[in-house]
Nanobody, 128 residues
Framework: QEQLVESGGGLVQAGGSLRLSCTASDRTLSSAFMGWFRQASGKEREFVAVISRFGRSTYYADSVKGRFTVSRDIAKNMVYLQMNSLKPEDTAVYYC?????????????????????WGQGTQVAVSS
């Protein structure tokens, strides 16, 4: 059974915007920190952004800081990634990931090993 499902990917021109969504089928995952990662073709998966368990803190990769915003709606069990000023180098499969249930409220990890659940990914393509 899939725990996390991403949506909202697509093709957009450089400078455009997209909003990715991630829904968790298990409501207890609302107690976890939630992250976004991406993997471009031929490259390793990399950290993009993370939001803390209660949504009070966020942390971003330098490459997306100031352009991307991660948010969550705990009541709806949803996490979002608003992506603005997109660049061709943002082209990748974007993955939603969840940490362990009842995460430390201050945790904002960038390491993949800290995440227990992963979605299947959604493709984002940015044309120049």
């Amino acid at each position: 059974q899939e725990q996390l499902v991403e949506s909202g990917g697509g093709l957009v021109q450089a400078g455009g915007s997209l909003r990715l969504s991630c829904t968790a089928s298990d409501r207890t995952l609302s107690s976890a920190f939630m992250g976004w990662f991406r993997q471009a073709s031929g490259k390793e998966r990399e950290f993009v952004a993370v939001i803390s368990r209660f949504g009070r803190s966020t942390y971003y990769a330098d490459s997306v800081k100031g352009r991307f915003t991660v948010s969550r709606d705990i009541a709806k069990n949803m996490v979002y990634l608003q992506m603005n000023s997109l660049k061709p180098e943002d082209t990748a499969v974007y993955y939603c990931a969840a940490g362990p249930r009842y995460s430390n409220p201050s945790a904002l990890p960038a390491e993949e090993s800290r995440y227990d659940y992963w979605g299947q990914g959604t493709q984002v393509a940015v044309s120049s």
